[in-house]
Structure formats: C-alpha cells, structure tokens
C-alpha cells in the first residue's frame, strides 16, 4: 500500500497513457477495406464511391467514378445518394479518418454495405493504383 501510496502519479499516467493508447482501438467506425477489396467492389458495379473530401483535395486527383460530397454536407446531401443504399459505399479521404466519420453515418441513415478506404487516397496513390484529375 505504501508503494502506491508513494508513486500515486506514476501509477496514474502509466494508466491515462495506456488508455489513451486503447481509445482509438475500442472506437466503432465502421467497416474498413483494403485497396484490393475496394478494386474488387468497383470492378463488380454497383458501387458508388463517395470522396468526402473537400472539393479543393478532390481537385487534385480522385478515384474513378467518384462522387464529391464534402464530409460536412453529407448529412445534408444524403437524398444524393439515395438510389445507392441497397449497394455497395465505398468513403474515400485522404488518410481513412473522415471516411470511417462518413461510414459511421451512412450506417446511421441505413446504408448497409457501407465502407471505408483503409489509408484513403494517400495509401491508393502509394500503391500505384489509377487516380483521375
């Protein structure tokens, strides 16, 4: 008890820095898929890919086919997309953050197969795969 007593601060950062390390793991954001999984999704139709990007990062090169409707104006725009909630979501962003934001609404708003760019454009565009300007 004295041990405790005697390193309280210690023993309380060791625990918020081992918390903080399990927050982002314990997060539900949705369903992620890998660049080949997402290729596959295209190839078969039926798929809408979404870049929630802002219209400037969108500019800059895309995926093929993709529709831009900025992460902020999703909520707004849903009725845009509608007709796609019976198929396949693809969320794209830069890194896989926004996009996981975005599936975790599309989920909400009843887009079953809803998905997002495991490492967004940056890890599509490291793999070499096609990108539209």
């Known amino acids: ?5 005697d390193n309280i601060f210690l023993i309380a950062i060791a ?3 081992g918390g903080a390390l399990l927050f982002p793991m314990l997060q539900r954001r949705g369903a992620k898929v890998s660049q080949l999984q997402a290729t596959q999704y295209m190839n078969q139709g039926k798929t809408l890919v979404l870049d929630v990007r802002s219209p ?3 500019a800059t090169g895309h995926l093929p086919n993709a529709k831009n409707i900025p992460l902020a104006d999703l909520n707004s725009r ?3 997309i509608e007709k796609s909630k019976a198929g396949v979501v693809l969320a794209v962003c830069a890194k896989g953050v926004r996009s996981a934001s975005a ?10 197969q809803a998905f997002s760019l495991d490492g967004g454009m940056d890890a ?9 300007k």
Do not use: R
């Open 1 to 5: 008890m004295k041990f405790i007593l």
């Open 15 to 17: 625990l918020i820095s």
């Open 56 to 58: 400037e990062e969108f």
């Open 78 to 80: 849903l009725k845009e």
């Open 103 to 112: 599936v975790s609404l599309l989920n909400k708003a009843g887009f079953a």
């Open 124 to 132: 599509w565009k490291t793999q070499g795969m096609p990108v539209i």
